[in-house]
DNA sequence: TCTTGGCACTCCGGAGACCTGAGTGCCAGA
DNA sequence: TCTGGCACTCAGGTCTCCGGAGTGCCAAGA
């Protein structure tokens, strides 16, 4: 019963918390908020609220403010993932909708979850992990040279220019070029890498044969390519208050950390399950107070990347889970089109 | 005589104020530099200083500032391009020496600019006007569904899905990719456009021909590529200094328009000179307080793009010049190999 | 057992007063 | 033309004071 009403003023003390950014005494909740109780009683429930931990004073005659603990139980228990407005989720689909390519789809993503949340936005580019290979393309610059394009189904394309021993003519340019792509189309790319080397035993390690091969399988694992990130609406910054130092500067420096900033949207393997990191449940001390919204997204089942967004611990939660995923549900469908 | 010495009173007062980023006094000064001359002097030649409008005093009892107009004397005739030191040298040649393709040059580019000056970079990638078309590829996906591949001399590739109206054969794809390919290879785009265009009317208006005519020319025409930058040391926005709302928001606002950047950047037909836009000199009001050092860069004598840094008007002028000009000589270098 | 009004208490933060030190402008003499 | 001297200014640190918001706790009422 109290119990009940305890957490309708957590609930309260985060809302307020959150669009006022300063922290909240007992008069002015009973005001704002119906709770039909005295500001006495509330006073109770916060001594209790704070002695459990989910609340905290700055200073003795001061009001109160969630801890981590605090906004931890609110997202868990407290919310449910308000649906976007028909405009929006219509906004959603005309800026997503008008995007011709991988990168395109990215960009645009980052700008408009950047736009919703009025947070900084961080969206994965697809991992080359899970996805398969659509199309090897060789082609002769020079008798010597050969420029290999790699086509990945996620529409990524990777490109490497290899120089050769010795000449190659294009008969047998194209030969490659169709032996390469009967032994890699369709599969994906760790199972790819393997075939290509196959294929090499299979040529008796000709050279040519063997520098293509061996490119393209570096370009299959390149790791910087895992690492790739666009992040967007860092100018949102400036409503993380004042505190420039202590927390503006590290996060400024992890957005361009791709590292940290892949760790902090979370592994990749967590699927679609929307993640919520607050504080210091992260990795990172210097980033104690930001928090981070974020889930998977790619097309079919599998989650090929992820994408959230980045903001102070006192952030409008709901808000944020709803268009994180708005965009990553939207984005997927895109992808799977494609 | 005391003009000289007027000049070296200038440009005492930028060099420490770019330092200890303090009004400076006439003590100080004389203490710092060997002026030779008592404070009183310096004192004297301040107020002619300020009555010029080369410099300016906070408040009453305070020491001096540069204004613009100090900075742009301080840059146009205070101030040569010191060189970079041979460690600095090596740097740039082992780090931009490592990159593996144009993207990897830009990221890269930007890394180590953002390093060297401690200042926010900005790298644009090479425009497409001036490149020539190295390759176009087709790729049958389906029978009638059609990957468009087109590889242009800077390195950067475009790639389009088509669909067509009706069926098309490997024979006939084969053909198709021969002609296109004898039409555009080694022109420009403009005029590999043109040339496009003619092949629709010398083949009768195919349906097969116009689809891919037209989404080649739209992809040489794609006004989206001329403006990719990559941007990178926002973390230096930290040494700003504390206006944040004043100067930090607007530039981190203007860090992700990238219409904005490159107007900043100045206008890519300027050529490989150095230049150097100091506070109220560029178009927008905002940035009153920041300063770009930029300069053209890419293959062979034509400038393809632009790259710089953007920093507080009170900023390491000579350094960074420094650090701008060789990081576009090596890059500029790197492309003319590939 | 829970809720409520009352009351004493705490303490942040803004306003005002004060003072110091850095820096200036100007003048008269070298 | 330079220099030393002197009076003047003023930002910014420190100190104090005070009001108001907010609390905790208690005793009475439901």
Chains 1, 2 share one sequence.
Not at 12 to 21: C, G, P, Q
Not at 227 to 254: C, K, Q, T, W, Y
Not at 284 to 310: H, I
């Amino acid at each position: 019963m109290q119990e009940e009403r305890r957490l309708a003023v957590l609930r309260a003390i985060v809302e307020d918390y959150v669009t006022t950014e300063e922290p909240v005494g007992s008069k002015a909740l009973v005001e704002r908020h119906g709770l039909g109780v005295s500001p006495a009683t509330v006073r109770n429930d916060m001594a209790a609220l704070e002695d459990e931990g989910y609340i905290t004073q700055p200073h003795t005659s001061a009001g109160r403010v969630p801890t981590d603990k605090g906004y931890r139980l609110f997202v868990d228990r407290l919310t449910t993932v308000k649906p976007m407005s028909a405009a929006e989720k219509r906004a959603i689909a005309t800026i997503l909708d008008g995007a011709v390519d991988l990168d395109d789809v990215v960009q645009r993503s980052v700008r408009l979850l950047a736009q919703l949340t009025r947070q900084v936005a961080v969206v994965q580019y697809p991992t080359l992990s899970r996805s398969t290979v659509r199309h090897v393309e060789l082609i002769g610059l020079t008798p010597t040279r050969l420029l290999v394009v790699l086509i990945l189904s996620t529409g990524r394309v990777e490109q490497r220019v290899v120089e050769l021993a010795a000449e190659v003519g294009e008969a047998d340019l194209a030969d490659l070029r169709t032996v390469v792509n009967r032994a890699v189309v369709g599969e994906i790319i760790a199972d790819a890498a393997a075939a290509l080397r196959g294929l090499v035993v299979a040529s008796d390690d000709n050279p040519t044969t063997a520098a293509v091969v061996d490119v393209l399988v570096e370009a299959m694992s390149d790791h910087r390519s895992d690492e790739r990130i666009a992040v967007g609406g860092a100018a949102n910054l400036a409503r993380f208050g004042d505190h420039f130092d202590s927390a503006v500067r590290p996060l400024l420096e992890a957005l361009e950390e791709h590292v940290v900033l892949l760790k902090l949207l979370g592994e990749a393997t967590t699927g679609e399950v929307l993640t919520v990191r607050i504080g210091h449940e992260g990795p990172y001390q210097e980033l104690a107070s930001t928090s981070v919204v974020a889930t998977g997204y790619g097309p079919g089942d599998e989650a090929f990347a992820r994408l959230g967004v980045v903001g102070p611990t006192r952030m409008d939660y709901p808000g944020s889970m709803a268009a994180v995923r708005a965009v990553a549900r939207y984005v997927s469908r895109i992808l799977d089109e494609a």
